[in-house]
Nanobody, 123 residues
Framework: QVQLVESGGGSVQAGGSQRLSCLASGSTDTIYYMAWFRQVPGKEREGVAAIAIYGRTAYADSVKGRFTISQDKAKNTLYLQMNSLKPEDTAMYSC?????????????????WGHGTQVTVSS
C-alpha cells in the first residue's frame, strides 16, 4: 500500500505562483509513475501533469508552459510548480500513483490517490 499526502495549497492572486508537494509513504519502492489531477465541484477530474521515475513528463494542454512537475526520489516527494496562475486553475489538486505510464499519461487507471489540497486563484 502507498499513502499520499498533499500540501501547499491556498489562495493566490492571478499571475502568481504556488508549489504543491505530495509526500509518499508505505511501499514507495513500487511507485514508478505519478501525476497531479485537479477537480472542480460539478466537473470531471482533469489530469494536469504526470512524471515517470526515469523523468519522462506529460502535461495537459491547459497548463503547458506554466506548470512543472518534478520529483525528489530521496525524499519520496512529488512537486507541482504552478506559475502564471489563472482563476480557472482554481480546483482541488490531488496527487496519484500508477503502475503504468500508458495509463497515467492518459489520466486513467490510477492505483493510489491522495486526499487533495485546495488551490484558489483570485482575479
Amino acid at each position: 500500500q502507498v499513502q499520499l499526502v498533499e500540501s501547499g495549497g491556498g489562495s493566490v492572486q492571478a499571475g502568481g505562483s504556488q508549489r504543491l508537494s505530495c509526500l509518499a509513504s508505505g511501499s514507495t519502492d513500487t511507485i514508478y509513475y505519478m501525476a497531479w489531477f485537479r477537480q472542480v465541484p460539478g466537473k470531471e477530474r482533469e489530469g494536469v501533469a504526470a512524471i515517470a521515475i526515469y523523468g519522462r513528463t506529460a502535461y495537459a494542454d491547459s497548463v503547458k508552459g506554466r506548470f512543472t512537475i518534478s520529483q525528489d526520489k530521496a525524499k519520496n516527494t512529488l512537486y507541482l510548480q504552478m506559475n502564471s496562475l489563472k482563476p480557472e486553475d482554481t480546483a482541488m489538486y490531488s496527487c496519484a500513483a500508477a503502475s503504468s505510464w500508458y495509463s497515467i499519461s492518459r489520466w486513467r487507471n490510477v492505483d493510489y490517490w491522495g486526499h487533495g489540497t485546495q488551490v484558489t486563484v483570485s482575479s
